[in-house]
């Protein structure tokens, strides 16, 4: 159980273009899911909270109009990079938390976006 | 202000056991969680403490002292399959939202 997915697990991209990734919950239903961005040979940040049905709450420095998260289902949030830039290139990995009736966030696979 | 503070990098032989030690500062604690994080891939989830003591789950064993904002994490009769990053977490809030350590890496050698 508590097996989280996420679409697609690699993006290629040109500089100017949006991209969306879907995180899904495949077992379960996640009122919270979590969005992080991972740089090379360095920890999670978290990006952004999303709360189905809500608005999503960014974390301090996080533009939300380049990142936009929709949350429209209980087992469906979405992330979209707009006008992607280089310096966008990460592993985008989301979360979802299992409640209840745990505290666990499990993790979808990640997806890669290389922005060129 | 919140920190997570845990050691780089690890080596250990492969059989014996690492003791990877992580201490907390964080405005709202709701519990310390341990991922396993390999190369390129999402982290998995290893324990989650709340009460003080020693959590033991297979080879895998997580300590809280809540007091001392101090975790640790246990790895025994290590494996090559062990060789990965390990990030401790702090739950920050009731929302679920988490604080990471940088993450410590484990090289295991034969």
């Known amino acids: 159980g508590a097996v989280v997915s996420q679409h697609p697990s690699w993006v290629i991209c040109k500089s100017g273009t949006s991209v969306k990734i879907e995180c899904r919950s495949l077992?379960?239903?996640?009122?919270?899911m979590f969005w992080y961005r991972q740089f090379p040979k360095q920890s999670l940040m978290l990006m952004a909270t999303?709360?189905?049905?809500?608005?999503?709450?960014?974390e301090q420095g996080v533009e939300k109009d380049k990142f936009l998260i929709n949350h429209a289902s209980l087992t469906l949030s979405t992330l979209t990079v707009t006008s992607a830039h280089p310096e966008d290139s990460s592993f985008y990995i989301c979360?979802?938390?299992?409640?209840?009736?745990?505290?666990?966030?499990?993790f979808g696979p990640g997806t890669r976006l290389l922005v060129l | 202000g919140q920190n997570i503070d845990q050691p780089t990098e690890m080596t250990a032989t492969e059989g014996a056991i690492v003791q990877i030690n992580c201490t907390y500062q964080?405005?709202?604690?709701?519990?310390l969680f341990w991922y396993q994080q390999h190369a390129g891939e999402a982290p998995t989830f290893l324990s989650y403490?709340?009460?003080?003591g020693l959590e033991e789950k297979g080879r895998f064993s997580s300590f809280l002292s809540r007091s001392k904002g101090y975790s640790y994490l246990l790895l025994k009769e290590l494996q090559m399959k062990d060789s990965a990053s390990y990030l401790c977490?702090?739950?920050?809030?009731?929302?679920?939202?988490?604080?990471f350590g940088a993450g410590t890496q484990v090289v295991v050698t034969p």
């Open positions: 979360s979802a938390r299992v409640r209840p009736p745990g505290e666990t966030q499990y």
């Open positions: 077992d379960f239903q996640a009122t919270t």
């Open positions: 999303s709360n189905e049905g809500s608005k999503a709450t960014y």
């Open positions: 964080t405005s709202g604690f709701n519990g």
């Open positions: 403490n709340v009460l003080d």
């Open positions: 977490a702090a739950g920050t809030d009731s929302w679920g939202k988490l604080q």
